[in-house]
């Protein structure tokens, strides 16, 4: 055998595996500190829970076991007599188309004019810019209970009192939208734009083909906030409508805390009415939950 084939033999022979480190086991005291952790998040996310759970299993008692134990979570007598008085014996499918046509319309008006003035004030450059931006701050200051009495003067004035328009229009848009809107196209580098106006594209082509695409967490953040904002807003509606075939639901749930359709308690009824209310919030919150105001993620490569 000559030395050639022989240092090939070397040269192909596999090297020999390196000895398995040990895992390091984990401290006794990282064990501890990791499981009160848990512990402590587990009791914090009951104490959240509860409400809802002892909601839910009321609304399915009838009103004299409600009313001597509250807050058990598994009733006795299940009867769904609480859901078949809102949906039969009241106007409660009115309420809730109400709350549904007004929500509609006021998320998709604020989503649409938020966007509008956040990119005005953060692309726009006009005199003034400054003194709109810090009235805008001002705004958000403002508690919306100091504006009820004008905001029923104006509504009043203007001739909408006590229909749709008198309740949709106050509420097309926020100043916390804007605020939003404004601070996320500011973090969007303006180099994105430059093309598709050399490619003599206007100003509001820009907004609407380039820019606003790339705003979608910022977009569904004000999505979820106009919807929870204009599906459990009351005050604006008790200024706005007497009328009680625009009656809303937070109304109509109000109206029930003080004792309509019937007498005693009433617990059932009223979480039902609760419970009812919070369905379509919180599917959307689940539904959207993981793309609530993000970065522009890749919004240009340099």
Do not use: C
């Amino acid at each position: 055998m000559s030395s050639s084939t022989i240092q090939v033999e070397r040269s192909t022979a596999p090297a020999p595996t390196p000895p398995a480190r040990p895992r390091r086991r984990r401290s006794t005291a990282t064990i501890v500190a990791t499981s009160v952790t848990y512990a402590i998040l587990i009791a914090l996310a009951v104490v959240y829970i509860m409400p809802f759970l002892i909601q839910l299993a009321t609304s399915f008692k009838p009103d004299a076991e409600a009313t001597a134990n509250p807050v058990s979570l598994i009733p006795q007598t299940f009867t769904t007599a609480a859901y078949t008085k809102l949906f039969v014996n009241s106007d409660f499918p009115i309420w809730f188309a109400n709350s549904a046509v007004v929500t509609v319309f006021v998320t998709l008006g604020r989503v649409f004019f938020d966007s509008l003035a956040g990119y005005a004030l953060a692309r726009l450059h006009f005199r003034g810019r400054t003194v709109v931006f810090a009235a805008l701050v001002a705004v958000m200051s403002v508690p919306m209970v100091v504006l009820l009495i004008p905001k029923f003067l104006v509504i009043n004035q203007l001739g909408i009192y006590d229909s749709y328009t008198g309740m949709i229009l106050p509420l097309l848009t926020d100043a916390a939208g804007v605020f939003i809107m404004k601070n996320f196209f500011e973090s969007i580098p303006a180099s994105v734009e430059e093309q598709a106006r050399i490619d003599g594209a206007g100003t509001f082509r820009v907004f609407w083909s380039i820019v606003l695409p790339m705003a979608r967490p910022a977009l569904i953040t004000i999505i979820i906030l106009s919807f929870q904002g204009s599906w459990n807003e009351l005050a604006h509606f008790i200024v706005s409508t007497q009328s009680p075939s625009l009656t809303t639901l937070t109304k109509g749930v109000a109206g029930l805390a003080s004792g309509q359709l019937s007498q005693g308690s009433q617990y059932p009824l009223k979480l039902a009415a609760a419970a009812i209310m919070t369905i379509p919030v919180a599917v959307l919150f689940f539904i959207f939950q993981r793309r609530i105001m993000n970065s522009s993620e890749g919004a240009v490569k340099e």
